[in-house]
Nanobody, 126 residues
Framework: VQLQASGGGLVRAGESLTLSCATSGFAPSSYSIGWFRRAPGKEREAVSV????????YYSDSVKGRFTISRDDAKNAAYLQMNSLKPEDTAIYYCAADPFVSLTLENWKSAYFEYWGQGTLVTVSS
């Protein structure tokens, strides 16, 4: 199982960016997939997850309504569409996957993910 995040870059506030997570060794829909970020000087935080098979999605309050998580088995990838970006969205973004984790509204932010990709840097200027 391997994951590789890409698509980061430098954008201005209000602009959009789509991150991709290329997967190998598994079908994306058979794993729960999450996007996480670590801002400078801060701890890693969960941004969004999509559950295996049932495609239930959860978002942090800070990105709800602006970000959309999705995946495509045919392309062996997961995505994070980010709209209306803000300077506080600046961070290294990571994708992660797990075949067994059970995600609920109460636990998704702290759930354990087994497999992680390398991050991609998103910088939003004001």
């Amino acid at each position: 199982v391997q994951l590789q995040a890409s698509g980061g870059g430098l954008v201005r506030a209000g602009e959009s960016l789509t991150l991709s997570c290329a997967t190998s060794g598994f079908a994306p829909s058979s794993y729960s997939i999450g996007w996480f970020r670590r801002a400078p000087g801060k701890e890693r935080e969960a941004v969004s997850v999509i559950t295996r098979y049932h495609d239930i999605t959860y978002y942090s309050d800070s990105v709800k309504g602006r970000f959309t998580i999705s995946r495509d088995d045919a392309k062996n990838a997961a995505y994070l569409q980010m709209n209306s970006l803000k300077p506080e969205d600046t961070a290294i973004y990571y994708c992660a996957a797990d075949p067994f984790v059970s995600l609920t509204l109460e636990n998704w932010k702290s759930a354990y993910f087994e497999y992680w990709g390398q991050g991609t840097l998103v910088t939003v200027s004001s």
